[in-house]
């Protein structure tokens, strides 16, 4: 995972409720076992035509919101299946934020141990900004995870919670696996007394 940093970018406004797993990255697509591969089916049903080609009616394909990095959204993102390549296709067709009033529950775990930020505001709060993105879209934020600081051009900036430990681990790119490997001494460690112990086991 890369480090979070304080940064400013495009937010792209996708002003719906509800928006599913499936629809995030439909099931024909969870054929892969890594991360990466997954950004160019993100909302593939909503993205592209039957023929392939862009759906020109698709927000995400307006040309305002390309390279966004944040993607403002409306209630309960995220719902549905518990599948953590729906986080994986987010990460990976560049967006690192996400800003909404609420989350499923395991959505919103799988977004912090991939690197992508899932914010949560009022309902009053997310109207401004989607108000602000509708008015001037292309507008662009500044997220500073650092002090817990979202600011707008248009003055509809907030203060933000989140847990100490997600902020961390943001903050220092690590995922479950790279704090593991912050224990690697004492991994090897236990490794070389088990095969002193029970050598038959590493034979």
């Given at each position: 995972?890369?480090p ?10 996708m ?16 054929k ?26 698709f ?29 994986w ?55 500073d ?18 847990d ?18 912050k224990h ?20």
């Amino acid at each position: 995972m890369e480090p979070y940093k304080k940064h400013e970018s495009i937010a792209a406004l996708m002003n719906r409720s509800n928006v599913d797993t499936d629809q995030i990255i439909p099931k024909q697509f969870l054929k892969r076992v890594e991360r990466s591969g997954f950004g160019v089916h993100l909302f593939h049903d909503w993205r592209f035509n039957d023929d392939g080609s862009d759906n020109a009616e698709f927000e995400l394909n307006k040309p305002a919101f390309k390279g966004a990095k944040i993607l403002v959204a409306g209630d309960n993102f995220g719902c549905g299946s518990s599948r953590e390549h729906a986080p994986w296709a987010i990460a990976d067709y560049g967006f690192n934020t996400v800003i909404s009033t609420s989350y499923a529950d395991i959505f919103y775990n799988n977004c912090f141990k991939n690197g992508i930020l899932a914010i949560k505001v009022d309902k009053e709060q997310l109207d401004k900004l989607m108000a602000e993105i509708a008015a001037n879209e292309g507008v662009r934020f500044v997220v500073d995870l650092e002090n817990q600081q979202v600011t707008t051009p248009g003055g509809n900036g907030f203060s933000f919670e989140i847990d100490p430990f997600r902020k961390s681990n943001l903050l220092s790119g690590l995922d479950d696996i790279g704090l593991t490997l912050k224990h690697v001494d004492k991994i090897t460690e236990y490794e070389q007394q088990h095969k002193k112990d029970y050598p038959w086991l590493w034979a």
